[in-house]
C-alpha cells in the first residue's frame, strides 16, 4: 500500500490531473478543491503527505500548512504556487514546508520530492524509534536518573549521530560495551555490523590477525584467508575494548587504520580499505600510560575525539535501589520459579553501602545469584555473600596488624582468587589488572609465603 496523498487546489482539474499521476507511480491520492474541505480531511486522520496550492480562497495554502503541522509535525507538505508569488512560497518554507514548486512543472518533479520528503520523514520516525530502544538498553545496566548518568545518555544520543571515533572511559563492569552498542544503535551505521573485541583477552600473536586478516600460508596454521573483525564490521562499527593493552606495535599499526582508512592483512603486500567507526573503551589512564611511552601519544589524539565517562556505581548510589529492582525483575522472569520477592530494609540497607568495585555487572551477578539460590520470598542479610555481610569500614582479607603496602597487595590478590573461585581472568577484572600483573602477584605472594 502506497503513501497517502491529499492535494488541494481551487482548480479542481489541477489537482485531479496530480492525482492521477501519483497513483500511476504508486501512491494512494485524493483530490480537494477548497482549503476548508481539506482542513476536515486533515482533521480525520490517514494522511501521509499534503500538497496544497497556496493562494486558495477562504482557507489558504499557508493555513493548510499551520494546520497539518499542528496536527501531525512530521508530515511533509509541498506546496504549489504561480510565478508572482514566489515570496509566499518562501515564506511557507520558514513555517515548515518541505518544498515548493512553481507553476508549470511536471507531474515527475512532485513525485521526486514526495518520495524524497516522506523517506526522510521515515528516517525521521526510525530515529524515534531508536532513541527509545537505546533508552530500553540502557535500562538493561544502566537504569538511573543521577546526574553523572543523565550526561551520559544525552553525550550517547548526540554523538552517535556524528561519525567520529569515541573513547569511553570508566571502571570494570561500569557498562561501557553496552554504551558502545547503543552509540552503534542510533548511528547511521546502525543496520551494518557491530563487532566488538576484548584486546586483553586475544594473545598477542593473534591480535594483529584477528584484527586485521591474514592470507593463507602467511603463518603456521593459516590454512585460508581470514578477512579480519575490522572487515567483518565494514560499513559499521568496531568496539576495541580494553584498548590500554595493545602491544605497542598494534597500536601503531591501528593509528594507520585511523589516518588511512585501510588494512594490511598479515602475510599481504596489498591494502584494503575499510569503513568503519571506531570506538574504543579503558579502564586505564591512557594519558598517563602515554606519558610512560606505553601508549602512543598520537593514537591516543586520534581515539580521543570525543570521550564520555561512565561513572562508577559508588559515585552514583541513588541508582543502586532502582537497579535492585528493574535487576530483580530480570531475573524473576528469567528463573520464573524463584521464591525471592525482594529485600528486607536491611539488606537493602547493606547494598546501599556496599562500594561495588565490579559495579553494575557486580551488583547484576549478585542479584541473579540471590533469585537461582534464595530460598525464601524476602531476602535477608544472611542471604547475602559474605563479602557483603561484613561492615565495609572493617579491615578485609582477615589482617590483624599492619603490614607493607606490598605484601598487603600481594595478600589481597591471593583472596580475591579464592574469593572468584580460581578464575584467574575473572579475578584480574574484578582488580582492574591484566593476569600478568595478577600472576605476578600471585608468584611474589608464594615466595614471600615460603621464606615465612
Known sequence: MG??????????????????????AGFEAEALASGSSALDRLEAGGIDALVTDL?????????LLAASKRASPQRPVIVMTAYGAID???????????????????????????????EERNLQQEAKLLRRALRGQLAGGMVGTSPGMREVMELTERVAAVDVPVLLRGETGTGKSMVAG????????????FVAV?????????LESELFGHMKGAFTGATSDRPGLFVEAEKGTILLDEIGELPLTIQAKLLHVLERGSVRPVGSSRE???DVRIIAATHRDLL?????????????????VVAIEIPALRHRREDILPLVEHFLETFRAKYPNSPVTGFTPAALHRLMDYPWPGNVRELAHLIQRMVVLGRTAVADLEDLPPGLTQDPQAPQGGFSELVPARELQHRYAAWALEHCGGHKSHTAERLGIDIKTLNRWLQESAEATEER
Open 272 to 274: 584494503r580499505p575499510v
Open 3 to 24: 503513501a497517502r496523498v491529499l492535494v488541494v487546489d481551487d482548480h479542481l482539474e489541477m489537482a485531479e490531473m496530480l492525482v492521477e499521476s501519483l497513483l500511476d
Open 182 to 193: 547503543a552509540i552503534h544503535l542510533l548511528s547511521p551505521r546502525h543496520a551494518a555490523p
Open 55 to 63: 493562494r486558495m480562497n477562504q482557507v489558504s495554502g499557508l493555513d
Open 288 to 304: 598517563e600510560m602515554a606519558r610512560a611511552q606505553k601508549f602512543r601519544e598520537d593514537l591516543l589524539y586520534r581515539l580521543d
Open 198 to 206: 576484548n584486546c586483553a583477552a586475544l594473545p598477542e600473536a593473534l
Open 88 to 118: 509566499t512560497a518562501v515564506e511557507s518554507i520558514r513555517q515548515g514546508a518541505y518544498h515548493y514548486l512553481t507553476k508549470p512543472f511536471q507531474p515527475d518533479e512532485l513525485i521526486i520530492f514526495l518520495k524524497r520528503a516522506l
